[in-house]
């Protein structure tokens, strides 16, 4: 299967939403509730944001938002800090065979 | 708090294998799936398969079906990656990470803590 399509890019003013989209197919997205987003820094380990297409580990800002409409999740960055810039990629269970697909990241700028 | 601490980086030549380490602590080793991810440089991330702690049992990938071995030593809270016949498109930084849901529980695909990665490159 297909990586799942992400922007490769997006930005937004500090104070600003952005919203990042996560295009995939009836097999993954669309199938399963499970999808999950990652915050990743240059030369850092990828940082669990949101599982479940809109639940929060502990500790992630509630400036961070999920929510899934047919085959695209979405993630929302609300309020946004210069701390957000970073690569955002999102994932989805996909059945057991193949088991998770990952999008191909959107690097998000704070202007 | 949870750790995952892996082994550092390697040169391979083509051909050969590389074993790469991932040390659990600040949780029960045994209670949650390892997964394995890989980051090409400058690419995205792909998931190459998980061990599950307790029973053993392991789900790969069909991409690495054949190349990849993973296994556990408990004794040693360690989760071990081990890659075959390396390419040079198998340089990559490669991760452990752990799942959210329990080793009694079926994964759907999240993971809560990572690694800190280990960068493989596959050089002659």
């Known amino acids: 299967q297909s990586a799942l399509t992400q922007p490769p890019s997006a930005s937004g003013s500090p104070g600003q939403s952005v919203t990042i989209s996560c295009t995939g197919t009836?097999?993954?997205?669309?199938?399963?509730?499970?999808v999950s987003w990652y915050q990743q820094y240059p030369g850092k380990a990828p940082k669990l944001i949101i599982y479940?297409?809109?639940k929060r580990p502990s500790g992630v800002p509630d400036r961070f938002s999920g929510s899934k409409s047919g085959n695209t999740a979405s993630l929302t960055v609300s309020g946004l800090q210069s701390e957000d810039e970073a690569d955002y990629y999102c994932?989805?269970?996909?059945?057991?065979?193949?088991?998770?697909?990952f999008g191909g990241g959107t690097k998000l700028t704070v202007l | 708090q949870v750790q995952l601490v892996q082994s550092g980086a390697e040169v391979k030549k083509p051909g050969a294998s590389v074993k790469v380490s991932c040390k659990a602590s600040?949780?029960?080793?045994?209670?949650?799936?390892i997964h394995w991810v890989r980051q090409a440089p400058g690419q995205g991330l792909e998931w190459m398969g998980w061990?599950?702690?307790?029973?053993?049992?392991?789900n790969y990938a069909q991409k690495f079906q054949g190349r990849v071995t993973m296994t556990r030593d408990t004794s040693v809270s360690t989760a071990y990656m081990e890659l075959s016949r390396l390419r040079s498109d198998d340089t990559a930084l490669y991760y452990c990470?752990?799942?959210?849901?329990?080793?009694?529980?079926?994964?759907?695909?999240?993971?809560?803590?990572w690694g800190q990665g280990t960068l493989v490159t596959v050089s002659s």
């Open positions: 990470a752990r799942d959210l849901e329990p080793s009694d529980a079926y994964s759907y695909a999240s993971f809560d803590y």
């Open positions: 600040g949780y029960t080793f045994t209670g949650h799936y």
């Open positions: 061990i599950n702690l307790n029973s053993g049992g392991r």
């Open positions: 009836s097999s993954d997205v669309g199938a399963y509730n499970y």
């Open positions: 479940e297409v809109s």
């Open positions: 994932s989805s269970y996909a059945g057991s065979n193949t088991f998770v697909i």
